[in-house]
Structure formats: structure tokens, C-alpha cells
Nanobody, 127 residues
Framework: QSQLVESGGGSVQPGGSLRLSCAAS????????IGWFRQAPGEEREGVSL????????YYNDSVKGRFTISRDNAKNTVYLEMNSLKSEDTAVYYC????????????????????WGQGTQVTVSS
């Protein structure tokens, strides 16, 4: 069974930090790119960051550059999103998605081409 399982969401004050994890199983992870997307109430799901599992190449939405860092642990088939200097506008449900790298990297930050999605984890930034 192919799946992605997210963890690490929660509530934090502005300026705080959180780390999200996305554990993949059941498919050839090395051929994929895994991305983090977020969706706030009433908004479209938007791309936050993407990592190509084969070589670790990374991509970021301009709104999170310098604050968020995506990384991978190939031995654990897990991708992390380290989020620092969090702002209220970062509040959303965060999803990880996996798709063949040849497609997802080419169309980043589009949601097109993702084969698997996690269940989502809530991140709330509020004082």
C-alpha cells in the first residue's frame, strides 16, 4: 500500500518554529519528488517547497524563502519541512504530496502530477 503520513503540526506564536515530517512507503521514492503544499480556509492549495529525492534539489515558494528549509532522509524515506520565523499568514493545513520527479519538478509549483497525498496536518500561528 502506497502512502504518505505527515506529522509535526501544531500551534505556535509568531516568530516560532515547527518541523513537519512526511514518511513515504510503498513506492519507489528515489524516482519521485516530494512536495509540501498548504491550504488555508477559502484558499487554493499552494506549493510551499519541493525536493527531488534522487539528488536533493530543492525549490521554494518566494513567500517562504529564507524561513523554511526542506530536507530528506533517504534511509527513512522521509522528508522534513523546518519552518522558522513563522507568521500568521503561514496558518494552514499542510499536505505532502509525491509525484514522479520528471513531471513535478517541471511544473512546480503546480499541483499537477502528484500520485500520492498525505492526510494533512494543521499549522496554526497565533498570539
Amino acid at each position: 500500500q502506497s502512502q504518505l503520513v505527515e506529522s509535526g503540526g501544531g500551534s505556535v506564536q509568531p516568530g516560532g518554529s515547527l518541523r513537519l515530517s512526511c514518511a513515504a512507503s510503498g513506492f519507489a521514492v528515489h524516482e519521485f519528488a516530494i512536495g509540501w503544499f498548504r491550504q488555508a480556509p477559502g484558499e487554493e492549495r499552494e506549493g510551499v517547497s519541493l525536493i527531488r529525492m534522487s539528488d536533493g534539489a530543492t525549490y521554494y515558494n518566494d513567500s517562504v524563502k529564507g524561513r523554511f528549509t526542506i530536507s530528506r532522509d533517504n534511509a527513512k524515506n522521509t522528508v522534513y519541512l523546518e519552518m522558522n520565523s513563522l507568521k500568521s499568514e503561514d496558518t494552514a493545513v499542510y499536505y505532502c504530496g509525491a509525484g514522479e520527479a520528471v513531471i513535478t519538478v517541471a511544473v512546480w509549483p503546480s499541483r499537477v502530477g502528484y500520485d500520492y497525498w498525505g492526510q494533512g496536518t494543521q499549522v496554526t500561528v497565533s498570539s
